[in-house]
């Protein structure tokens, strides 16, 4: 299978952007497939990437969404910093896709990010605010 088909190098791919993307700032990534309700121990700032619906085909597709999280933040400035900092990593609109199976990591092509939804402050549980954007992914495979 070609590299710009796997699943684990589109995951790795995406958790390098956000790793590198968010180093000198501190919001901390997760990458549960699964959202779960934030806890008092939660960190003050952080987000959570998840990638579904994945689509493989000469033009691939995937759905990816990243949920933003602030405890503590009465004004929400905080979690607006955070969106800006995530909106920050989809510009110029590509994110790299590597071949993880190489050491060093191969560039083998490019995703395309378009962002299709945004929403407004949600309040959840123990005063915690949340928001989320909700991206296309879109890049070329090459099936041989």
Partial sequence: MDATLKEVNLWRSIKKLFVDGLENTDIIPYFDRVLANPTKDAP???????????????VSEA??????????????????????????????????????????????GGMLVTIDDQSGTIYTQ???????IQTTLRWGAVWS
């Fill in 44 to 58: 003050k700032k952080w987000i959570n990437v998840m990638v579904e619906n994945l689509d493989p085909a000469h």
């Fill in 63 to 108: 759905t990816m969404t990243v949920f933003c999280f602030s405890k503590e933040d009465h004004e929400g400035d905080e979690l607006a910093q955070i969106r800006d900092e995530v909106i920050r990593l989809f510009y110029p609109k590509f994110i790299d896709l590597y071949d993880a199976s190489t050491d060093p990591w191969t560039k083998v």
């Fill in 126 to 132: 123990n005063d915690f605010k949340m928001l989320y």
